[in-house]
């Protein structure tokens, strides 16, 4: 059963730092594009960052850009995303995919490209 699992979410201050996982389990990740994305209350869904499996090549939103840093264990078949300096507005249920290309695509960040979601996990920055 192909199946991505985030975890990692909660509440953090503003400022602070999160690191999401998200594991995958019925499939390798070592040969898929890894995309997070995100979608707060009332809002449309938002790419956040894209890595590739061919090059290890990354992409992010213009609102993850030097803040948040995604990363690949294709031995634990796991992706992360590190996220810093946390802001009020990065909150929002937070989703991993994975997509069966080996390379992210220009328009990754629609989400389209991928094949397999996990179910997200909730992330809230407040103080």
């Known amino acids: 059963q192909v199946q991505l699992v985030e975890s990692g979410g909660g509440l953090v201050q503003p400022g602070g730092s999160l690191r999401l996982s998200c594991a995958a389990s019925g499939f390798s990740l070592d040969y898929h594009t890894i995309g997070w994305f995100r979608q707060a209350p009332g809002k449309e869904r938002e790419g956040v960052s894209c890595i590739s499996s061919s090059d290890g090549s990354t992409y992010y939103g213009d609102s993850a850009k030097g803040r948040f840093t995604i990363s690949r264990h294709n031995a634990k078949n796991t992706a992360y995303l590190q996220m810093n300096s946390l802001k009020p507005e990065d909150t929002a249920v937070y989703y991993c995919?994975?997509?069966?290309?080996?390379?992210?695509?220009?328009?990754?960040?629609?989400?389209?490209?991928?094949?397999?979601w996990g179910k997200g996990t909730l992330v809230t920055v407040s103080s």
């Open positions: 995919a994975a997509g069966s290309s080996s390379k992210c695509s220009n328009w990754w960040a629609d989400g389209y490209d991928m094949d397999y």
